[in-house]
């Protein structure tokens, strides 16, 4: 059986060793349940058991391009249904234009895409992980929800293969 790990994406400056990552970094995913803005939920045990790349980010102006910037780079990454997940964790309570940026995300997102939208509408998930605001930050976690690596630049297709990377290496033997 394949192991997967979650990699969580919250961005600020560059790929850091998990020894020179902040201190008020979560080391492990915390636990919580999220639904995409179709109602699904989804839990931290199911990033943890497949893995995850996961963008930290909130729905405000200043952080519109990071949002862009690494969904169009999680996107550069080959497909893998065994694979870590793709996932963008939205913090609502960021955003002064909440209904409009809902209705919007509604539209627009499909649940076939590769990328998952998770939203964190009390932003609790983003201050369990130890991520700021108005950021954009991107934590690797291997399988078991432990943090491995961390990316605070913006998103490019290298970082997310980096990242992807990290991910994988934290697996362990394949």
Same mark, same amino acid.
């Given at each position: 059986?394949?192991?997967?790990?979650? @990699?969580?994406?919250?961005?600020?400056?560059?790929?850091?060793?998990?020894?020179?990552?902040?201190?008020?970094?979560?080391? #492990? @995913?915390?636990?919580?349940?999220?639904?995409?803005?179709?109602?699904?939920?989804? #839990?931290?045990?199911?990033?943890?058991?497949?893995?995850?790349?996961?963008?930290?980010?909130?729905?405000?102006?200043?952080?519109?391009?990071?949002?862009?910037?690494?969904?169009?780079?999680?996107?550069?990454?080959?497909?893998?249904?065994?694979?870590?997940?793709?996932?963008? @964790?939205?913090?609502?309570?960021?955003?002064?234009?909440?209904?409009?940026?809902?209705?919007?995300?509604?539209?627009?997102?499909?649940?076939?895409?590769?990328?998952?939208?998770?939203?964190?509408?009390?932003?609790?998930?983003?201050?369990?992980?130890?991520?700021?605001?108005?950021?954009?930050?991107? @934590?690797?976690?291997?399988?078991?929800?432990?943090?491995?690596?961390?990316?605070?630049?913006?998103?490019?297709?290298?970082?997310?293969?980096?990242?992807?990377?990290?991910?994988?290496?934290?697996?362990?033997?394949?």
């Amino acid at each position: 059986m394949a192991r997967a790990s979650v @990699l969580v994406l919250v961005s600020v400056g560059a790929f850091t060793a998990l020894s020179d990552a902040p201190p008020t970094l979560a080391p #492990t @995913l915390p636990a919580f349940t999220l639904s995409d803005p179709l109602g699904r939920s989804f #839990t931290d045990t199911q990033l943890s058991a497949r893995g995850a790349i996961v963008v930290v980010t909130a729905p405000t102006l200043s952080q519109g391009d990071a949002q862009q910037a690494w969904s169009a780079a999680l996107r550069t990454l080959e497909p893998g249904d065994a694979g870590p997940l793709r996932v963008m @964790l939205e913090d609502m309570s960021q955003s002064w234009f909440r209904p409009i940026v809902l209705g919007k995300m509604k539209e627009s997102y499909k649940p076939t895409s590769p990328l998952i939208l998770l939203l964190d509408e009390g932003g609790l998930v983003r201050k369990a992980l130890g991520v700021g605001e108005v950021v954009t930050v991107a @934590l690797a976690f291997a399988p078991g929800g432990k943090l491995v690596a961390v990316e605070t630049s913006a998103g490019t297709a290298e970082r997310a293969k980096r990242l992807l990377d990290a991910v994988r290496a934290g697996e362990g033997p394949r």
